[in-house]
Every structure is written in structure tokens, then in C-alpha cells.
T-cell receptor, first 113, second 117 residues
Framework: GNSVTQMEGPVTLSEEAFLTINCTYT??????LFWYVQYPGEGLQLLLK?????DKGSNKGFEATYRKETTSFHLEKGSVQVSDSAVYFC????????????FGQGTELSVKP | SAVISQKPSRDICQRGTSLTIQCQVD?????MFWYRQQPGQSLTLIAT?????????ESGFVIDKFPISRPNLTFSTLTVSNMSPEDSSIYLC??????????????FGAGTRLSVL
């Protein structure tokens, strides 16, 4: 079956620290991969995406590379800010499955000044 | 991207009652999805609502409990019926946007925060 596994949180970092949130997946087809972010009290926002192997998605200083050989899509940011505090969700979608997304369990990030 | 409005944004309801959540999109979309996010948990897909056909429910969700309407390409409703405290969750509407370059992207509303007493 299809599934997504994220590193457990919460993750607490100091401002300007380096961030990595691990995400690995299992898929029977050819998935697209996504990172969504949920700020406190809000819905989900698409952060970045990658649609094929070796693609790198990037946005707002965050990056993730689609690694087919390791079935991973780890989220990284070189210098986090307090405003990055949120819950981050890794997700996969397989086109021939009706556009559905499968989400990981979410990783809560807290950045301290 | 699409702009998605959900109503109500939050509600507190008594057990045994029903609540209908509305989802309005600023453009015509084929695929709409309803998710549940229980406290501190990830998102679980309830059903896919495509205009002109019956909603497709995921395992563990049934139409009698979560009836869905999709009268046109910009609007959908989800009803949470005969509520119990276990239904306290955030309910999220999303729309699918895709062409060959952007497969499976979904855009989300802000959610409806439901508390059942």
C-alpha cells in the first residue's frame, strides 16, 4: 500500500538553526510528493512539491529533494525563524488514484528566539 | 491557486445534533475533498466529492454519518450527523488543481473547528 512516515515531533530549535524533517514513503505507483504547512489556527498551505525523481522543490528558504533510491523527501531549511513555527506535513499523491493525498502524521516545529 | 472559504469557522454543538459545513471555491473545480483532523493528529480523508456523481467514501466513513452534497463546480457541503464528542475535530475542505505539470496538488480551506459537548 501507500504510506508516508515522518520523524516524530515536536522539534524545538533556536532561531537561525538548521532544520531537517525526515520523510520517507512507500508507494505502488509513481507519486508526486508534497510538503504542507499548518500555522496555528489555520488550514494547510502548500509549501513545496516535486513530481518526479531528483526534482527539488523549494519555497521560502525550504527545500526538499525527491529521492527515489531512498524513497525519501526530507525537508530542510538553512536558518529557521520564529515565524516558521508550525506543523509540517509530508504527503504523497498518485495520479491514477483519483487525486487523493496521503499524509504523514505531521511534525510540530517550535523555533525559539 | 484557488481561494477556498469554509463556514462556519468553528462551532460548539450538542450531542445528537447535526452540523452542515459549507465549502465555497472562487473557481470551478472538478475534485473536492473532505478531511478530518482529530486533535493532534494528521489528516484523514473522509470522501471525494465530484460534481455530477455520488461522493466516494473512504474506509470507516459512511454516507449516513457524513452526507455530502456537490450541487455545482464551486460548492460542496459536508454534514456531520448525530454528533458525539468523538466527532470533535477540525474538518477541512480541499480542492484538486492539476494539469500535467502539477499533479495532485490540493488547496485547503481554513477548516471548521467542531467541538461536541
Amino acid at each position: 500500500g501507500n504510506s508516508v512516515t515522518q520523524m516524530e515531533g515536536p522539534v524545538t530549535l533556536s532561531e537561525e538553526a538548521f532544520l531537517t524533517i525526515n520523510c520517507t514513503y512507500t508507494a505502488t505507483g509513481y507519486p508526486s510528493l508534497f510538503w504542507y504547512v499548518q500555522y496555528p489556527g489555520e488550514g494547510l498551505q502548500l509549501l513545496l512539491k516535486a513530481t518526479k525523481a531528483d526534482d527539488k522543490g523549494s519555497n521560502k528558504g525550504f527545500e526538499a529533494t525527491y529521492r527515489k533510491e531512498t524513497t525519501s523527501f526530507h525537508l530542510e531549511k538553512g536558518s529557521v525563524q520564529v515565524s516558521d513555527s508550525a506543523v509540517y506535513f509530508c504527503a504523497l499523491g498518485i495520479y491514477n488514484q483519483g487525486g487523493k493525498l496521503i499524509f504523514g502524521q505531521g511534525t510540530e516545529l517550535s523555533v525559539k528566539p | 491557486s484557488a481561494v477556498i472559504s469554509q463556514k462556519p469557522s468553528r462551532d460548539i454543538c450538542q450531542r445528537g445534533t447535526s452540523l452542515t459545513i459549507q465549502c465555497q471555491v472562487d473557481s470551478q473545480v472538478t475534485m473536492m475533498f473532505w478531511y478530518r483532523q482529530q486533535p493532534g493528529q494528521s489528516l484523514t480523508l473522509i470522501a471525494t466529492a465530484n460534481q455530477g456523481s455520488e461522493a466516494t467514501y473512504e474506509s470507516g466513513f459512511v454516507i449516513d454519518k457524513f452526507p455530502i452534497s456537490r450541487p455545482n463546480l464551486t460548492f460542496s457541503t459536508l454534514t456531520v450527523s448525530n454528533m458525539s464528542p468523538e466527532d470533535s475535530s477540525i474538518y477541512l475542505c480541499s480542492v484538486g488543481a492539476g494539469d500535467r505539470g502539477t499533479k495532485n496538488i490540493q488547496y485547503f480551506g481554513a477548516g471548521t473547528r467542531l467541538s461536541v459537548l
